[in-house]
């Protein structure tokens, strides 16, 4: 392939040769300042069009060609590409600015003072029709009670940050790297510090762990939050979800205490009538633990379903929701958060937020919770 | 784990009714998932051999099968299963049958061919799916003549199966043994060993098993136990019914007795066939570098220096220590001689070693999780014996080589434990001799070292238990967590409630539900390319180990979400949406913090018919209204991701950027597939939760009328609104109640660029009614400080 930018010795080319390229350099910097010249999307188009479409000079001088013996040719149609593909590259490139500048343009017909429609707004007039009132989602409504409730027997609620280090998340927590225990939680780590060092927590335990370390008892907190987890999501399981921790470190705190608690809450929360149970579970971070379960709000205990007959499908007719799992505050997680186990004990509860909301509400599946259908957040 | 009763029964009477028993089980932290009533409902089930399997002419799904009952008859069966193959045997409904699940099976026809009964499954049966294949089930080879009762093939007699959810921290509960024990701890009742048929003596003419152990921190105990006299064949009807609803497939009586004994006692142990064994001996030590071994499951693994290998006596690999055995040396039909190996390995090593290789067996679980390293040799006897239960001669063991490093063995350790801190702890009042009987029933050996202290030796097969918590738990659990009095706590609480921040954030929350808003709650993941389409900084903090690509960063804004959230609903024909959102957002961390900058922000995005930016301005005007807020200023100015000349920026009352509003960029809704204008506010709320409030002291409210003047001022429209209005209060004086801007007006009369802005000032004094005078004066100097401030001229 020739190079169309190398110099051709003029002497080796005929008078008609030399007569093109006289004129191709003329017509290559017309077109050039045609290109640039254009202002606007549709002027470029234009622009475009006359310099490289079927009737612009490059083709009429293409057309020249037919006159010069076949090695002048090549040589001299070689050059006439380039200046075309030299335009056309120019074309492009122009057509972003244009672009650019014509959304520019258009968006400054389209301007407004905000301030104007604020102060329209202040002195109550607005474009907006008002409608109905709104809703806030599931889920927060079901964390709003649960605040309350607890905030009612005499609780404070605590907040910490949802991306945490393995500190707080595990080690503080009775579970040091290679933990076996580690594998009941599959973990989502983040690319900051060292790997395996930053993580999305799994749990708001380490709410508890940062409330312990800054906070000198009495404590009587509870912990709302996102957690996340490596979990595929399906009907019963997302990986991000909402959990409700609870914290009690005191002089004297007991199991019978935790249990006790764990009772009036359900009282207070589900209604009359209902109670819960403990039963021995394991958990690195408390000792003795324990799962607790409430009466099946569904079927009121019964374990028989409402109106069909047959078992219950919410507590799969054992009458019992699991709920959550508790106990007492293991004195390896006191030690690491700087309280002296011989002179305080306390316990700590947990439970699924989601999994509250998708019970009461008898959801089928708990996507929907994230679908953000407006016929289904303005049900509640 | 599945727990056969029959087979607990073996430890001690258990005969309370099988509901007692399931709560039981459940109240000592061994959850009941699952309770299975097998052996009943199999009356007309049948044996029978697969003759001929070929396709069904009308179907796809389903082919024709022959069996032999017995009798030599071809019997035509349609079956829809695809995992068996001429000569299995499998369990035949036959015509008439009732099975365990209530299903009548008769004679009929399935698309024109004749179906005589049908071929089942485990499930079917009442039995539990040991291979977890789909399909028929599979009857081990030669198991009874065509045509016997399934009951008397597999000897299944009525038995119910426990399903247990057993948690992490009781190895020991992962055998029947176990269960067993704590069962009978809480029933107090006796608990021992199988009686059974006693271990064939030792044969003093057995040579004694060539084993040795090179690291003994990994494998502080190995025993190796020759057998000879081994002969290979089906397990009785009994083994292999407990085996398959233990959930594992008989295979042959020395397999069988293998897993037998560790299902039973929980050690896992291995039988080699001696003459295939290189050197004929076994040797646990370091893998070499880059040793490479396939495992039965037909994986090739490369071990490393802190893996734990079986070697055989020629220096190659024959198992992963703990895990998994090799295919070289495994039991045969023709074997006669078996190498025994019942060890001890350390589980932390296990479980290295497991994770790394992403290897899950039977014997991974247990030794990860801490073995009682006094159960080797009573596995050793256990499997002898049981072998020759399945032999018509009997086998002839050798002298058992029992390699131990007692220092590598994990100790026992001894606790002492106060009764007064069980008490405290649980809030019982139990003396000391009830302490002392709870956690001798579990086998800890409790001795009385002064008034309220015991010293405590933990078995052997608690690696769960080092301190006085943990005996604590045990107490608690033996004596029944029901029977713990519930009290509330006692003594002084902090001051409870919602902090200041948590109060403004629900009525935020409150103010926008009340505007019609919906609230939405979208993932924290984002695609990294909804960034550049959000027209956001590509930048943000990644997920090492995300579970999809398109969800692999941390949101650094709450758009992309909400965008998708509207997109959702436009795809739903719901055209007025409008949504709002409160979580969390994260930046990367600046300077050399670790966690990401993490803020709550708040979003809202308004789209359908007469949305735009206007509406995201009442909705500010709103918010500032319902949370009181005051000093804030709006300024127009260029927004990421926002229209460029619909869009405002919200500032503090320090000049700190709190958020913006207005209209989403057309680029950015036609990225998101968006027609139509959307509206937006962004704020970050714990800035805006910091911002002063208007003051909590009632205004006076005065008795006097007030006097209003409405001014209209035309000015350019460079000139905002908002600071006209500021000009106005300015001028206007303290007799001023309130100033409104209640129309704006474009037109050809005023000029292009410039409109009409229409104001309604009051003036009232709290102690008089205003003269026309002071009003006129004030007008005035309204009017004139416009004019000079704005350009603007009064219109007339």
Redesign the interface.
């Known amino acids: 392939v020739p190079d169309a930018d190398a110099p051709l010795a003029d002497d080796a080319l005929s008078a008609e040769g030399r007569a093109v390229l006289t004129e191709l350099e003329a017509v290559l910097a017309d077109t050039r300042t045609a290109v640039e010249r254009a202002a606007t999307p549709e002027e470029l188009r234009e622009a475009s069009s006359h310099a490289l479409g079927k009737r612009s000079a490059f083709a009429t001088l293409q057309r020249r060609l037919g006159g010069l013996d076949p090695e002048e040719r090549r040589q001299v149609g070689a050059r006439i590409n380039g200046a075309r593909q030299a335009v056309q590259e120019l074309a492009d490139r122009h057509r972003e600015t244009v672009e650019v500048a014509d959304?520019?343009r258009r968006?400054?017909t389209?301007?407004?003072?905000?301030?104007?429609?604020?102060?329209?707004?202040?002195?109550?007039?607005?474009?907006?029709?008002?409608?109905?009132?709104?809703?806030?989602?599931l889920?927060?409504q079901t964390r709003?009670e649960l605040?309350d409730t607890f905030?009612a027997?005499?609780?404070?609620?605590a907040?910490g940050?949802?991306?945490?280090?393995d500190w707080f998340n595990f080690e503080a927590l009775n579970m040091p790297p290679?933990h076996?225990?580690r594998?009941?939680w599959d973990t989502?780590?983040?690319?900051?510090?060292d790997?395996?060092?930053?993580l999305?927590r799994t749990h708001t335990s380490p709410v508890q762990v940062r409330l312990m370390e800054s906070t000198a008892p009495?404590?009587?907190a509870v912990m709302p939050g996102?957690c996340?987890r490596?979990?595929?999501p399906d009907a019963r399981h997302l990986?991000?979800f909402h959990q409700i921790e609870g914290l009690?470190v005191?002089?004297?705190?007991?199991?019978?205490?935790l249990?006790?608690?764990i009772?009036?809450f359900t009282t207070a929360y589900f209604g009359p009538g209902m109670s819960s149970?403990?039963?021995?579970?394991?958990f690195p971070f408390t000792?003795?633990?324990?799962?607790f379960d409430v009466t099946c709000p569904i079927c009121g205990g019964t374990g028989i379903r409402q109106g069909g007959g047959g078992a219950c499908r919410t507590c799969s007719g054992s009458g019992w929701l699991e709920l959550g799992g508790c106990g007492?505050v293991?004195?390896k997680v006191f030690a690491a958060c700087g309280v002296d186990p011989e002179e305080y004990?306390g316990f700590a509860f947990g439970f699924g937020i989601d999994r509250l909301a998708q019970v009461r509400s008898q959801l089928a599946d708990m996507r929907i919770?994230?679908?953000?259908?407006?016929?289904f957040?303005?049900q509640f | 784990v599945l727990a056969p009763l029959s087979w607990l029964r073996d430890f001690a009477p258990f005969d309370q009714p099988v509901e007692v028993l399931a709560d039981m089980l459940?109240?000592?932290?061994l959850?009941v998932d699952g309770i299975t009533h097998v052996g009943g409902g199999l009356d007309g089930v049948e044996v029978v051999e697969i003759l001929d399997i070929r396709p069904h002419p009308n179907a796809d799904k389903i082919r024709l099968v022959d069996v032999d009952r017995g009798d030599g008859e071809k019997l035509q069966i349609a079956c829809g299963a695809w995992n068996m193959g001429v000569g299995d045997l499998v369990p035949l409904a036959t015509i008439g049958t009732v099975l365990p699940g209530g299903m009548e099976i008769a004679r009929r026809k399935m698309r024109g061919e004749w179906s005589n009964g049908m071929l089942c499954a485990a499930e079917e049966v009442g039995l539990p799916n040991a291979s977890g294949e789909d399909g028929l089930l599979i009857l081990p080879p030669g198991l009874a003549p065509p045509g016997t009762p399934l009951t008397d093939a597999l000897g299944i007699v009525p038995d119910v199966v426990f399903d247990l959810d057993i948690?992490?921290?009781?190895p020991d509960c992962l055998s029947i043994a176990g269960i067993a024990r704590d069962l009978a701890a809480a029933l107090e009742l006796p608990w021992s060993l199988p009686a059974g048929p006693p271990a064939p003596p030792v044969d003093a003419a057995v040579p004694a098993a060539r084993v040795d152990v090179d690291s003994p921190d990994l494998c502080p105990r190995f025993t190796g136990t020759v057998i000879e006299g081994v002969a290979v064949g089906p397990s009785p009807a009994w083994m292999a019914q407990r085996l398959t609803l233990a959930g594992m497939r008989p295979i042959s009586n020395v397999v069988d007795v293998s897993n037998y004994v560790m299902l039973e006692l929980g050690q896992p142990n291995h039988a080699y066939d001696l003459d295939r064994l290189g050197g004929g001996g076994l040797v646990a030590r370091r893998a070499r570098p880059a040793e490479r071994l396939t495992t039965l499951d037909g994986v090739e693994r490369v071990l490393e220096g802190d893996d734990c290998v079986i070697g055989d006596a020629t220096g190659n690999p024959v198992g992963v220590g703990g895990i998994m055995g090799g295919a070289s040396a495994e039991i045969g039909p023709a074997t006669t001689t078996v190498l025994l190996e019942a060890a001890t390995f350390t589980a932390?090593a296990i479980?290295?070693t497991g994770k790394r290789l992403n290897l899950h067996s039977e014997a991974r679980a247990r030794f990860?999780?801490g073995v009682d390293p006094h159960l080797p040799a009573v596995a050793v006897d256990r499997f002898t014996a049981l072998l020759a239960a399945t032999q018509d001669t009997a086998p002839r063991p050798g002298p058992t080589t029992d390699i131990v490093s007692e220092n590598d063995l994990p100790a026992s350790p001894t606790i002492l434990c106060r009764t007064a801190k069980v008490n405290?702890?649980?809030?019982?009042d139990l003396p000391d001799a009830e302490v002392a009987s709870l956690l001798g029933r579990l086998g800890f050996d409790v001795s009385a070292v002064g008034e309220g202290v015991a010293s405590v030796r933990v078995p052997s097969w608690r690696p769960d238990i080092d301190?006085e918590?943990?005996l604590?738990?045990e107490v608690?659990?033996l004596h029944g967590?029901?029977r713990?009095?519930?009290?509330?706590?006692?003594?002084?609480?902090?001051?409870?409630?919602?902090?200041t921040y948590?109060r403004f954030r629900?009525r935020v929350?409150?103010a926008?539900?009340?505007?019609?808003?919906?609230?939405?709650?979208?993932?924290?993941?984002l695609d990294p390319a909804d960034l550049g389409r959000a027209g956001l900084p590509a930048v943000a903090?990644?997920?090492?180990?995300?579970?999809d690509r398109r969800?692999s960063i941390?949101r650094t804004s709450l758009l992309p979400g909400l965008l998708g959230?509207l997109r959702?609903?436009a795809d739903?024909q719901?055209a007025d949406?409008?949504?709002f959102e409160v979580?969390?957002t994260?930046a990367?961390?600046s300077g050399d913090r670790?966690?990401?900058d993490?803020r709550e922000e708040l979003a809202a995005v308004l789209s359908g018919e007469?949305?735009?930016?206007?509406?995201?301005?009442?909705l500010?005007?709103?918010l500032v209204?319902a949370l009181r807020l005051e000093g804030l200023t709006?300024?127009?100015d260029e927004v990421v991701g926002l229209?460029?000349?619909?869009?405002?920026r919200i500032l503090g009352a320090d000049g700190e950027v709190l958020g913006a509003?207005?209209e989403v960029a057309?680029?950015v809704a036609a990225a998101f597939g968006l027609r139509g204008r959307v509206a937006v506010l962004h704020l970050d709320l714990e800035r805006l939760a910091a911002q002063p409030t208007r003051s909590e002291l009632a205004a006076p409210i005065s008795r006097f009328p007030a006097s209003d003047i409405d001014l209209a001022f035309v000015v350019a429209?460079g000139v905002?609104?908002?600071?006209v209005?500021a000009t106005v209060r300015e001028a206007a004086g303290d007799l001023l109640e309130s100033v409104?801007?209640?129309?704006?007006y474009r037109g050809e009369r005023l000029g292009a660029g410039r409109r009409s802005?229409a104001y309604?000032l009051r003036f009232r004094a709290p102690d008089r009614t205003l003269t026309d005078g002071e009003v006129g004066d004030r007008r005035a100097a309204v009017i004139n400080a416009v004019e000079l401030a704005h350009g603007g001229e009064l219109r007339g």
């Open positions: 959304a520019r968006a400054e389209e301007r407004l003072d905000l301030t104007e429609a604020v102060g329209l707004a202040r002195g109550g007039r607005s474009g907006r029709q008002a409608g109905l009132r709104g809703h806030l989602h889920v927060t709003h605040e905030v027997m005499g609780f404070t609620v907040e940050p949802e991306a945490e280090t290679d076996p225990a594998g009941m989502l780590y983040l690319d900051l510090g790997p395996g060092t930053v999305l009495p404590i009587f996102r996340y490596r979990d595929t990986p991000v009690v005191d002089r004297g705190i007991t199991f019978g205490d249990a006790g608690t009772e009036a149970r403990l039963r021995p579970s394991f000792e003795p633990s324990a799962e007492m293991d004195p004990s919770l994230i679908d953000n259908d407006v016929r957040l303005s | 459940s109240n000592l932290g959850v948690s992490p921290n009781r932390m479980a290295r990860e999780r405290a702890l649980l809030g019982t301190r918590v943990d604590v738990e608690a659990r967590y029901e713990i009095a519930r009290t509330v706590p006692e003594g002084h609480r902090p001051a409870s409630g919602l902090t948590q629900r929350r409150e926008l539900a009340g505007a019609g808003l919906l609230e939405a709650w979208t993932t924290t993941f903090v990644e997920v090492a180990n995300p579970l969800e941390l959230a959702f609903n739903r719901a949406v409008e949504l979580g969390r994260f990367r961390p670790m966690l990401p993490e007469g949305r735009d930016a206007t509406t995201a301005a009442w500010w005007a709103l209204d709006v300024h127009a229209h460029p000349t619909r869009a405002a509003f207005g057309p680029e429209d905002s609104a908002a600071s209005e409104a801007l209640f129309d704006v802005l309604r």
